[in-house]
């Protein structure tokens, strides 16, 4: 079994920037690949970014690239996403997100933490 820690989130003005951190622990050698999902009232859960965990490729959403940044620190089991230019529709929970490597979807979640873009 896998646990996901997120950490990072708080209120910020429009065009400000956060820093989110997930830290895993447990069975972590079975994780192939780690990744950021993001849900608002009234809305679906949206996929953000997501990296392979052994060569780093990264796929981030349309919606953030160019202004989001996820990546990885092996030896310390985290991974990243650093926000910029944030807006308030990136207003969400943020949740951190494992893959083992006979999973067809992520099965591993965080509890959430909350982004606040507000003026």
């Known amino acids: 079994q896998v646990q996901l820690v997120e950490s990072g989130g708080g209120l910020v003005q429009p065009g400000g920037s956060l820093r989110l951190s997930c830290a895993a622990s447990?069975?972590?050698?079975?994780?192939?690949?780690m990744g950021w999902y993001r849900q608002s009232p009234g809305k679906e859960r949206e996929f953000v970014a997501s990296?392979?965990?052994?060569?780093?490729?990264?796929f981030p959403a349309d919606s953030v690239k160019g202004r989001f940044t996820i990546s990885r620190d092996n030896a310390k089991n985290t991974v990243h996403l650093q926000m910029n230019n944030l807006k308030p529709e990136d207003t969400a929970v943020y949740y951190c997100?494992?893959?083992?490597?006979?999973?067809?979807?992520?099965?591993?979640w965080g509890q959430g933490t909350q982004v606040t873009v507000s003026s």
């Open positions: 447990g069975s972590v050698f079975s994780i192939v690949a």
């Open positions: 997100a494992g893959r083992a490597a006979l999973d067809h979807v992520y099965k591993y």
């Open positions: 990296i392979d965990w052994s060569g780093g490729t990264t």
